[in-house]
């Protein structure tokens, strides 16, 4: 069994407003993972962290970071953590390594230049060293964020809304990062609301909406268990209705009645999809065009909290 660093056990938390923001969450963090926390605006993820961090008392429940209580040894705790917010917090003025060098020293750890020159050269920011920050480029910025949340070798580094406001290439960039990060061994959860975000990095991903953790899974788990199949007939000649002798495959019709979409689980041990397409010859319905997509992390999501809201 991987080790857990992270133990949320039974944590609720309800704001001064009487707002339930979490909501008996329990949740594992293995040491070395990719934890991706999916969820949309207001789902309580930056409460979730900030209980984490110590920041928030919970209501209730426990969490311990590394063995220990994130509230009774705060210190210890939070030390081995790292936080990258979403916002810029960091004086313009300053340069990338005295910034990088003050936020190790607020921890009270003892100056280390090596590590700090190894930290900056990792995340490219070693030939800007003597730059201001605010002669930084959007992404650089980013980068001393990182640069200033591990400066104190943290364990655990959180990631909140990594790529929230940045363009697709600085995007791929993050996440290049993110998995660079991972390799020197450090433990990364990072929230979003981008699916694909998770999709593409994550070893785990845990969906929150309204304060609830409703699951928690491995992500190719996930999308195997939950991964429907389409297949898309583009057809000859368009079509108004469904033939009633179709009905047992639940199509339907897309494009202007120009595709047939058949959704079926591909994990199962048939299709259906032969019996569709003979089916299809004699009622002699042509089609052109034959293509079966996987449906994506975000098909599930949407099915997920769908299901919850119904
Ligand atoms: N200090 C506070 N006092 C009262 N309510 C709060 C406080 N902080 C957050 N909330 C409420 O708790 C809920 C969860 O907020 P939270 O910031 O944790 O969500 P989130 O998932 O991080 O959202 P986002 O993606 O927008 O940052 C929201 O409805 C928010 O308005």
């Known amino acids: 069994m991987p080790e857990t660093i992270l133990a949320?056990?039974?944590?609720?938390?309800?704001?001064?407003?009487?707002?339930?923001?979490?909501?008996?969450?329990?949740?594992?963090i293995r040491r070395?993972?990719?934890f991706a926390l999916l969820g949309p605006n207001g789902a309580g993820k930056s409460t979730l962290i900030?209980?984490?961090?110590?920041?928030?008392?919970?209501?209730?429940?426990?969490i311990t970071v590394g063995g220990h209580d994130a509230v009774r040894d705060y210190k210890p705790s939070r030390m081995m953590i790292g936080l990258v917010p979403q916002e810029l917090s960091v004086d313009m003025f300053e340069t990338v390594l005295a910034t990088v060098k003050f936020s190790r020293r607020l921890f009270g750890r003892s100056a280390?230049?090596?590590?700090?020159?190894?930290?900056?050269?990792?995340?490219?920011?070693?030939?800007?060293?003597?730059?201001?920050?605010?002669e930084l480029s959007g992404g650089m910025k980013r980068r001393v964020l990182i640069a200033k949340a591990l400066?104190?070798?943290?364990?655990?580094?959180?990631?909140d809304e990594p790529t929230a406001g940045v363009d697709v290439s600085l995007r791929r960039d993050m996440w290049k990062l993110i998995g660079s990060l991972r390799e020197r061994g450090v433990t990364i959860i990072l929230t979003?609301?981008?699916?694909?975000?998770?999709?593409?990095?994550?070893?785990?991903?845990?969906?929150?909406?309204?304060?609830?953790?409703?699951?928690?899974?491995?992500?190719a788990e996930l999308m195997k268990k939950l991964g429907k199949r389409e297949m898309d007939l583009a057809l000859q000649e368009p079509m108004e209705a469904i033939p009633p002798e179709l009905a047992e495959w639940h199509l339907s019709?897309?494009?202007?009645?120009?595709?047939?979409?058949?959704?079926?689980?591909?994990?199962?041990?048939?299709?259906?999809?032969?019996?569709?397409?003979?089916?299809?010859?004699?009622?002699?319905?042509?089609?052109?065009?034959?293509?079966?997509?996987?449906?994506?992390?975000?098909?599930?999501?949407?099915?997920?909290?769908?299901?919850?809201?119904?």
């Open 253 to 310: 019709l897309e494009n202007d009645g120009h595709t047939l979409r058949y959704v079926f689980d591909a994990q199962a041990e048939r299709t259906g999809i032969p019996s569709l397409l003979r089916k299809l010859n004699d009622l002699e319905i042509g089609f052109k065009d034959l293509e079966t997509s996987k449906s994506s992390l975000e098909d599930i999501f949407v099915g997920l909290t769908a299901k919850k809201a119904g």
């Open 50 to 62: 900030n209980t984490i961090c110590g920041v928030v008392t919970p209501t209730a429940g426990t």
């Open 32 to 34: 070395g993972e990719i």
């Open 112 to 134: 280390h230049d090596a590590y700090i020159e190894q930290l900056l050269r990792d995340l490219s920011l070693w030939d800007k060293r003597g730059a201001k920050i605010m």
């Open 192 to 219: 979003t609301h981008y699916i694909e975000e998770a999709e593409e990095m994550a070893d785990r991903v845990g969906v929150i909406t309204g304060g609830k953790l409703l699951l928690v899974e491995d992500k």
């Open 8 to 28: 949320v056990r039974g944590v609720s938390k309800t704001y001064g407003s009487g707002h339930h923001a979490l909501d008996d969450v329990t949740l594992d």
């Open 151 to 159: 400066s104190h070798e943290p364990d655990i580094l959180f990631l």
